[in-house]
């Protein structure tokens, strides 16, 4: 049997490679894409308790408030209300996911605001 000439032997390996390895960058691509919307959502729900809770301590609607900051996809929740001379709004966030099957929960968000005295 004639030796085999150098180089020869892993012909066509890096397109093997390739093809093992594409799954796993595009789970990656998705895991990082699932921790990008877990911070956005925790970054909305704050913000739309922060801008609730101002809105309800000078007498509009928190609710309203809330929802001008978040789109409807998001499920929001929100619960707000005076609490001594604070008025505390919690949004509550359903986290979006890629696959239908998977559940990650919701992220709650706070925020209070000085109530205005007359």
């Known amino acids: 049997m004639p030796a085999r000439g150098p180089g ?3 012909r066509g390996q890096v397109a093997i490679e390739f093809v093992g390895t594409v799954p796993l960058i595009l789970l990656l691509v998705a895991a990082v894409w699932e ?3 877990i911070g956005y959502a925790f970054s909305l729900a704050g913000n739309a308790a922060d801008e609730a809770a101002r809105a309800g301590a000078v007498g509009r609607s928190c609710q309203e408030a809330a929802a001008e ?3 409807d996809v998001w499920g929001m929740g929100v619960e707000c209300g005076p609490s001594g001379d604070i008025y505390k709004a919690t949004v509550t ?3 979006p996911v890629l696959y239908p099957g998977l559940n990650f929960g919701a992220i709650t968000g706070t925020g209070g605001a000085a109530m205005e005295k007359e």
């Open 93 to 95: 966030l359903r986290i």
């Open 35 to 37: 921790c990008v919307l």
């Open 8 to 10: 020869r032997g892993d």
């Open 69 to 71: 900051h978040v789109a």
